[in-house]
């Protein structure tokens, strides 16, 4: 079974944000984590594993080269200032309060109350090609 098919797997408890780890799913274009967000607590992100892009796999930091095809429609990203398959993190599904979490973020904290979503950075229809997961692991700075 793939790690976000269980039931609980990328749903903590509503309690905290704090020491949780979570697979987050290439090929969906926002994953609801179930953690909960409060402005208040800053956190700490860091991601491991891979996923790709058709054949270009890459990590949670993205691909640093893209392919000709990607370069063309490079504008068209949902995150276009970042890299494709990056993992980028919003509050609600909100793409106002999107940021990039990469490999890692040492501190961030949320502009508001709600649930963190993430996502890899790709072109709207295109994420039926993509594949595998990175592991986001949440902690206090």
């Given at each position: ?67 000709a ?69 949440i902690?206090?700075?």
């Amino acid at each position: 079974m793939l790690p976000w098919a269980s039931r609980d797997a990328g749903h903590p408890a509503p309690d905290t944000a704090l020491n949780r780890t979570i697979f987050i799913p290439a090929d969906r274009r926002l994953f609801r984590t179930g953690v909960p967000l409060d402005p208040t607590q800053p956190l700490r992100f860091t991601a491991t594993g891979r996923w790709r892009d058709l054949h270009l796999g890459a990590d949670a930091g993205g691909i640093a080269e893209p392919n000709a095809f990607q370069r063309l429609f490079a504008r068209f990203k949902r995150i276009p200032q970042a890299r494709y398959m990056a993992l980028i993190g919003c509050v609600d599904g909100d793409l106002a309060t999107a940021f990039v979490i990469g490999t890692g973020l040492p501190m961030w904290a949320s502009p508001r109350a709600g649930e963190l979503c993430c996502f890899a950075n790709d072109v709207p229809g295109f994420y039926w090609n993509n594949s595998g997961w990175v592991s986001l692991t949440i902690g206090a700075p």
